[in-house]
C-alpha cells in the first residue's frame, strides 16, 4: 500500500482520507536544501520516533525508536553525517534539526527515505512526516494531527511507501 499526497492538504491512504499540510512553498521535483518546498516522488519510509517522555509508544509494525535529548538531524550538507541521524554535543560543529523539541511537533515522527540512499549535498534533509496543531506549512515535510498520525501509524508495514505528487 501506498500513502498518496493528493494536494497540498490531503493525504491517503487505503480508505482513509487525512487533511495534512506540506512545504511552505509547495512541491518541488528539484528540492534544494531550505527551499520550504515539499520534494515530489515516490518514496520509503523509515522508522517512527517518538518521545516516550510525553507520549505513548505508537502502535505500528513498523520499527519504534524513542528520541533522546541528544538526537539530532544532521541538515548542514557541508558535513560527512548530511541528512543522517546524529547525537548532538557541545563540540558538535555543524548545522542539524533538533528532535527533542520543546514544541509538539517531534512527538511522533516518521522518516521520509528522501535524499537517503544515494545522499546529495544540499538536495534537502530531514523530511519527515511530523505532527501539527494547526496545520501551518512546514519547512518541507508532511504536518498530520496528532490522532490522524496515529491511526496512519497502526495501518502501515515497513513496505509502505509515501507518493508526493
Given at each position: 500500500m501506498t500513502i498518496i499526497i493528493k494536494n497540498k492538504e490531503t493525504l491517503l491512504f487505503d480508505d482513509f482520507k487525512f487533511k495534512c499540510s506540506i512545504g511552505k512553498k509547495g512541491f518541488n521535483k528539484e528540492k534544494k536544501e531550505g527551499d520550504e518546498t515539499t520534494p515530489k516522488g515516490?518514496?520509503?519510509l523509515g522508522n517512527i520516533y517518538y518521545r516516550a517522555d510525553r507520549v505513548p509508544k505508537p502502535d505500528s509494525k513498523v520499527k519504534k525508536i524513542v528520541i533522546k535529548k541528544n538526537m539530532g538531524w544532521c541538515d548542514d550538507s557541508k558535513s560527512k553525517y548530511y541528512n543522517k541521524i546524529i547525537k548532538i554535543n557541545k563540540n558538535l560543529n555543524i548545522g542539524y534539526e533538533k528532535l527533542f523539541r520543546k514544541d509538539s511537533k517531534y512527538d511522533y515522527l516518521i522518516l521520509i527515505k528522501y535524499n537517503y540512499k544515494k545522499i546529495k549535498k544540499n538536495k534537502?534533509?530531514?523530511?519527515?512526516l511530523h505532527l501539527t496543531k494547526n496545520y501551518l506549512p512546514t519547512k518541507g515535510c508532511i504536518a498530520l494531527q496528532k490522532k490522524d498520525f496515529?491511526?496512519?501509524?497502526?495501518?502501515?508495514?515497513?513496505k509502505t511507501k509515501i507518493k508526493i505528487n
Open positions: 515516490l518514496f520509503d534537502g534533509s530531514a523530511i519527515f496515529l491511526i496512519l501509524c497502526k495501518l502501515i508495514s515497513k
